[in-house]
C-alpha cells in the first residue's frame, strides 16, 4: 500500500491534503509526531498510521483513531485496542551487517510486530544485497517492510510496491519524509502495473542509469518508465549514482538488474564487464547500453542514434568542431561522419592523452582547447559534463552549438549564443537514444505516439 506522511505545511488542513493525495492513489495517511505531533483529528477518508516518535500524546493518538501505529524497537506500547502494530528499526548512518539486522529483525518480531520495519541508509551498493537477503530470511507469513534510504536506495524504493507491505512517498512539492523517498507521481501508474502482472510475488525487470553523481537529475527514469507505463511492461528504472563502477556493478548484476544504461564515466570502463559488443559499440569502443542476454552481457550503442535522429542538420554542415575527450565522443564522431560522408570533424580538449588515442583509433584531427577560437565550423558541439572556459569564433548565420547536457542554461550555450549560433540542448538525443534503448531492453519497438508521449510528460515535469 501507498503510505504518504502529512506533512508540516498541511497540518492545518489536513483534509485537504488527504483527499488531494487519495485522488493520486495513495492509501494510507502517516502522522509523525516528529513532524505534526499537535494535528487535530478530523475525518479522514484513508486509514491513519500513526508514528508517535516519542513525541504524541497518547490521547492525541486516539482520538486520531489509527489503523496503524509504528514503534520503534523498544518504545512503549501505547494503552490502545485495535491498531495493527509495526515494529521499525532505523539505522540513519550506514546498514549494519546481516547477522546484526537479523537479530533485530527477530527482536522486532518478539515484541509483537505484526508488520516489522527495518530502514538504513545505503553506503554501498553492497547494502542492498544486505537488505535483500535479510527479507528472504524472514518468515513467509510475517509481513515486512525492508527499505534503504540515501541517494543509493534509489533501486530499493523503486520496486518496494512489489516487495513490501507499505511504501513510502510523498507529494511532489512537499517534504520527503525519509531520504530516498520518491514522489507519489512515480508509483501511480507503476503501481497499476504491479496489479495487472502474472504471479504477484515476482519481482519486475530491473534496469537503470549507472554513472556518477549527476545522474540523480538524470530524466532517464522518466522516459523509461513512461515507456513502461503505456506499454503495461513491468519494468521499473531506477539510477545508480557511484564513484566505484566495479563495486556497483557486482552488487547490482548479483541483486538481478537486467540491464544498464551507461553514462560519464563509464562508456568505456564498462567495455571489460561485457561478453561481446555489437557492431556499432565495437567499432566506437564506446557502450550507452548493456543487457543481459541469457548468460551474457552484451553492449550496444544507442548515442549515435541519439544525435542522428536528435539533429537532423548535421546531415549539411561540412566541418564540425567537438568539444572534449570522453566516452561519449566516439558516438558523436561516428553521428557526424554517418551522416555527412564529406565532413570534416575536429576534436579540441585539454587531455592530450585522450586526444592522441581518439586520433588514432578514429583518424580524426585533434587540437588543444585554446586552439578553437581560431577554428572554422559550421557546428560545434560540446560533450564536457562540467562548465569550462571556452572561447567561440564569431559565427555566420545558420551555424550550430549543440551542448548534450540539458536540463539548465549552461555557459557554453550562453556563450554560444551571444556569438550569434542557434543553439541546442542534449534533450533530442537522450530522447531518441532512449527510445532505441527501450527497444533493446524489452524488445518493445518505440512509436511515433510514444515519443510524442514521452515529450508531454517532460515539458510537464519542466
Given at each position: 500500500?501507498?503510505?504518504?506522511?502529512?506533512?508540516?505545511?498541511?497540518?492545518?488542513?489536513?483534509?485537504?491534503?488527504?483527499?488531494?493525495?487519495?485522488?493520486?492513489?495513495?492509501?494510507?495517511?502517516?502522522?509523525?509526531?516528529?513532524?505534526?505531533?499537535?494535528?487535530?483529528?478530523?475525518?479522514?477518508?484513508?486509514?491513519?498510521?500513526?508514528?508517535?516518535?516519542?513525541?504524541?500524546?497518547?490521547?492525541?493518538?486516539?482520538?486520531?483513531?489509527?489503523?496503524?501505529?509504528?514503534?520503534?524497537?523498544?518504545?512503549?506500547?501505547?494503552?490502545?485496542?485495535?491498531?495493527?502494530?509495526?515494529?521499525?528499526?532505523?539505522?540513519?548512518?550506514?546498514?549494519?551487517?546481516?547477522?546484526?539486522?537479523?537479530?533485530?529483525?527477530?527482536?522486532?518480531?518478539?515484541?509483537?510486530?505484526?508488520?516489522?520495519?527495518?530502514?538504513?541508509?545505503?553506503?554501498?551498493?553492497?547494502?542492498?544485497?544486505?537488505?535483500?537477503?535479510?527479507?528472504?530470511?524472514?518468515?513467509?507469513?510475517?509481513?515486512?517492510?525492508?527499505?534503504?534510504?540515501?541517494?543509493?536506495?534509489?533501486?530499493?524504493?523503486?520496486?518496494?510496491?512489489?516487495?513490501?507491505?507499505?511504501?513510502?512517498?510523498?507529494?511532489?512539492?512537499?517534504?520527503?519524509?525519509?531520504?530516498?523517498?520518491?514522489?507519489?507521481?512515480?508509483?501511480?501508474?507503476?503501481?497499476?502495473?504491479?496489479?495487472?502482472?502474472?504471479?504477484?510475488?515476482?519481482?519486475?525487470?530491473?534496469?537503470?542509469?549507472?554513472?556518477?553523481?549527476?545522474?540523480?537529475?538524470?530524466?532517464?527514469?522518466?522516459?523509461?518508465?513512461?515507456?513502461?507505463?503505456?506499454?503495461?511492461?513491468?519494468?521499473?528504472?531506477?539510477?545508480?549514482?557511484?564513484?566505484?563502477?566495479?563495486?556497483?556493478?557486482?552488487?547490482?548484476?548479483?541483486?538481478?538488474?537486467?540491464?544498464?544504461?551507461?553514462?560519464?564515466?563509464?562508456?568505456?570502463?564498462?567495455?571489460?564487464?561485457?561478453?561481446?559488443?555489437?557492431?556499432?559499440?565495437?567499432?566506437?569502443?564506446?557502450?550507452?547500453?548493456?543487457?543481459?542476454?541469457?548468460?551474457?552481457?552484451?553492449?550496444?550503442?544507442?548515442?549515435?542514434?541519439?544525435?542522428?535522429?536528435?539533429?537532423?542538420?548535421?546531415?549539411?554542415?561540412?566541418?564540425?568542431?567537438?568539444?572534449?575527450?570522453?566516452?561519449?565522443?566516439?558516438?558523436?564522431?561516428?553521428?557526424?561522419?554517418?551522416?555527412?560522408?564529406?565532413?570534416?570533424?575536429?576534436?579540441?580538449?585539454?587531455?592530450?592523452?585522450?586526444?592522441?588515442?581518439?586520433?588514432?583509433?578514429?583518424?580524426?584531427?585533434?587540437?588543444?582547447?585554446?586552439?578553437?577560437?581560431?577554428?572554422?565550423?559550421?557546428?560545434?558541439?560540446?560533450?564536457?559534463?562540467?562548465?569550462?572556459?571556452?572561447?567561440?569564433?564569431?559565427?555566420?548565420?545558420?551555424?550550430?552549438a549543440i551542448d548534450l547536457r540539458y536540463g539548465k542554461k549552461t555557459k557554453f550555450l550562453m556563450t554560444a549564443a551571444d556569438r550569434g549560433y542557434i543553439c541546442h540542448d542534449g534533450l533530442?538525443?537522450?530522447?531518441?537514444?532512449?527510445?532505441?534503448?527501450?527497444?533493446?531492453?524489452?524488445?518493445?519497438?518505440?512509436?511515433?505516439?510514444?515519443?510524442?508521449?514521452?515529450?508531454?510528460?517532460?515539458?510537464?515535469?519542466k
Amino acid at each position: 500500500m501507498l503510505v504518504v506522511t502529512l506533512p508540516s505545511s498541511a497540518a492545518r488542513h489536513p483534509l485537504r491534503f488527504v483527499q488531494k493525495v487519495q485522488e493520486m492513489g495513495a492509501q494510507v495517511l502517516e502522522i509523525r509526531g516528529d513532524i505534526t505531533p499537535l494535528v487535530e483529528p478530523f475525518n479522514c477518508p484513508l486509514p491513519i498510521l500513526v508514528s508517535p516518535r516519542g513525541s504524541m500524546k497518547l490521547e492525541v493518538i486516539a482520538q486520531l483513531q489509527p489503523s496503524y501505529i509504528d514503534l520503534e524497537v523498544d518504545e512503549e506500547m501505547p494503552a490502545l485496542k485495535g491498531p495493527a502494530i509495526i515494529r521499525s528499526y532505523h539505522h540513519h548512518e550506514l546498514t549494519p551487517s546481516f547477522d546484526k539486522l537479523k537479530e533485530i529483525a527477530e527482536t522486532l518480531i518478539e515484541q509483537k510486530g505484526e508488520i516489522i520495519k527495518i530502514a538504513t541508509t545505503i553506503r554501498e551498493y553492497s547494502d542492498l544485497i544486505t537488505l535483500d537477503r535479510l527479507q528472504k530470511s524472514l518468515p513467509n507469513n510475517q509481513q515486512n517492510i525492508i527499505l534503504g534510504m540515501g541517494d543509493k536506495a534509489h533501486l530499493s524504493r523503486m520496486t518496494s510496491p512489489w516487495r513490501n507491505a507499505f511504501t513510502y512517498t510523498y507529494l511532489d512539492g512537499t517534504d520527503k519524509a525519509a531520504t530516498g523517498q520518491l514522489p507519489l507521481s512515480v508509483y501511480r501508474k507503476m503501481t497499476i502495473n504491479q496489479e495487472k502482472k502474472k504471479g504477484k510475488s515476482a519481482l519486475p525487470y530491473m534496469f537503470g542509469t549507472i554513472g556518477a553523481q549527476q545522474v540523480t537529475a538524470s530524466l532517464s527514469p522518466l522516459i523509461h518508465n513512461t515507456l513502461y507505463s503505456l506499454h503495461e511492461y513491468n519494468g521499473v528504472f531506477s539510477i545508480f549514482p557511484t564513484q566505484d563502477f566495479d563495486e556497483a556493478w557486482d552488487a547490482l548484476t548479483q541483486l538481478g538488474v537486467n540491464g544498464f544504461s551507461i553514462t560519464a564515466p563509464w562508456k568505456r570502463k564498462v567495455i571489460d564487464r561485457l561478453s561481446r559488443l555489437d557492431f556499432l559499440a565495437d567499432r566506437l569502443q564506446s557502450v550507452n547500453t548493456a543487457i543481459k542476454e541469457g548468460d551474457e552481457w552484451v553492449g550496444y550503442n544507442t548515442d549515435m542514434h541519439g544525435l542522428i535522429a536528435g539533429y537532423p542538420f548535421l546531415s549539411e554542415c561540412k566541418r564540425i568542431a567537438i568539444i572534449g575527450s570522453g566516452g561519449v565522443v566516439p558516438a558523436v564522431i561516428g553521428a557526424c561522419e554517418d551522416r555527412n560522408k564529406g565532413c570534416r570533424v575536429e576534436v579540441f580538449a585539454r587531455n592530450a592523452a585522450a586526444l592522441a588515442e581518439l586520433a588514432d583509433l578514429h583518424q580524426i584531427h585533434t587540437f588543444p582547447l585554446d586552439r578553437l577560437h581560431a577554428a572554422e565550423f559550421d557546428c560545434v558541439i560540446c560533450t564536457v559534463t562540467e562548465d569550462i572556459p571556452v572561447v567561440l569564433p564569431k559565427t555566420n548565420w545558420g551555424h550550430h552549438a549543440i551542448d548534450l547536457r540539458y536540463g539548465k542554461k549552461t555557459k557554453f550555450l550562453m556563450t554560444a549564443a551571444d556569438r550569434g549560433y542557434i543553439c541546442h540542448d542534449g534533450l533530442p538525443m537522450l530522447i531518441e537514444q532512449a527510445l532505441k534503448q527501450f527497444e533493446i531492453m524489452t524488445s518493445i519497438s518505440a512509436t511515433q505516439e510514444d515519443k510524442e508521449r514521452v515529450e508531454e510528460v517532460i515539458k510537464f515535469k519542466k
